[in-house]
C-alpha cells in the first residue's frame, strides 16, 4: 500500500480520539473531542486543534478521509483557517456536524462555537464557521456562516441553512 505525504494511517480498534491524538503537535492540543461525520464520505474524522498556550483559542481544523478500498488508511484536509486575530478572542466549541443547506440540498460542514471579546465586558456570542465540500477541498462560506451568528444551538442553525437560499 502506498502512503502520501497527507495520508494518515490507523491501527485496527483506533477510535477518533486515537487517530486525532496522534495529529497533535508538542504546542498542541484537540480544541474538540474528535468527531465522525458523513462528509464527503460515510466514516470521516473531523479533527480540531489549538494552540496550547491559552492566549490564542483559535482553531485549525482537518477532515480525514478514509480511503477507498484501503483499509485504514485516510486522506487528510486542511479546513481554511479562521479569520479572527490570534488572541483577540476567547473561543470554545460547541458542536461539529454536518447539516444540509437550502434547496439543493448540499451537505457543509458546521463548526459552532461560543465567543468571548478578550478585555471586553458582556461581548459574547455565538458563531459558526461553515464548510463546503467541492470535491477536493473544503471551503469556507462566509455568507451562510453570516445567516447563522448568534445561532447557540445545532438545531437551530441546522434549521437556517435548511432554510438557506
Same mark, same amino acid.
Given at each position: 500500500?502506498?502512503?502520501?505525504?497527507?495520508?494518515?494511517?490507523?491501527?485496527?480498534?483506533?477510535?477518533?480520539?486515537?487517530?486525532? *491524538?496522534?495529529?497533535?503537535?508538542? @504546542?498542541?492540543?484537540?480544541?474538540?473531542?474528535?468527531?465522525?461525520?458523513?462528509?464527503?464520505?460515510?466514516?470521516?474524522?473531523?479533527?480540531? /486543534?489549538?494552540?496550547?498556550?491559552?492566549?490564542?483559542? @483559535?482553531?485549525?481544523?482537518?477532515?480525514?478521509?478514509?480511503?477507498?478500498?484501503?483499509?485504514?488508511?485516510?486522506?487528510?484536509?486542511?479546513?481554511?483557517?479562521?479569520?479572527?486575530?490570534?488572541? /483577540?478572542?476567547?473561543?470554545?466549541?460547541?458542536?461539529?456536524?454536518?447539516?444540509?443547506?437550502?434547496?439543493? @440540498?448540499? /451537505?457543509?460542514?458546521?463548526?459552532?462555537?461560543?465567543?468571548?471579546?478578550?478585555?471586553?465586558?458582556?461581548?459574547?456570542?455565538?458563531?459558526?464557521?461553515?464548510?463546503?465540500? @467541492?470535491?477536493?477541498?473544503?471551503?469556507?462560506?462566509?455568507?451562510?456562516?453570516?445567516?447563522?451568528?448568534?445561532? *447557540?444551538?445545532?438545531?437551530?442553525?441546522?434549521? *437556517?441553512?435548511?432554510?438557506?437560499?
Amino acid at each position: 500500500m502506498e502512503c502520501r505525504a497527507d495520508d494518515v494511517p490507523c491501527q485496527a480498534g483506533d477510535k477518533p480520539q486515537d487517530i486525532a *491524538k496522534r495529529l497533535l503537535t508538542p @504546542n498542541t492540543e484537540l480544541a474538540h473531542p474528535a468527531v465522525e461525520v458523513s462528509l464527503p464520505a460515510e466514516h470521516s474524522i473531523v479533527v480540531l /486543534r489549538r494552540p496550547r498556550d491559552d492566549v490564542n483559542t @483559535n482553531f485549525e481544523g482537518f477532515v480525514l478521509v478514509p480511503h477507498q478500498n484501503q483499509l485504514c488508511l485516510y486522506e487528510k484536509f486542511a479546513l481554511p483557517k479562521m479569520i479572527e486575530p490570534p488572541g /483577540r478572542f476567547d473561543i470554545r466549541i460547541e458542536a461539529v456536524f454536518a447539516a444540509t443547506t437550502g434547496a439543493q @440540498n448540499r /451537505r457543509d460542514l458546521v463548526v459552532l462555537y461560543a465567543y468571548h471579546r478578550n478585555g471586553a465586558e458582556g461581548d459574547d456570542g455565538y458563531a459558526s464557521y461553515i464548510y463546503a465540500w @467541492n470535491r477536493t477541498a473544503f471551503k469556507s462560506q462566509p455568507s451562510l456562516s453570516d445567516q447563522v451568528a448568534g445561532l *447557540k444551538t445545532a438545531a437551530a442553525v441546522r434549521a *437556517k441553512l435548511r432554510a438557506a437560499q
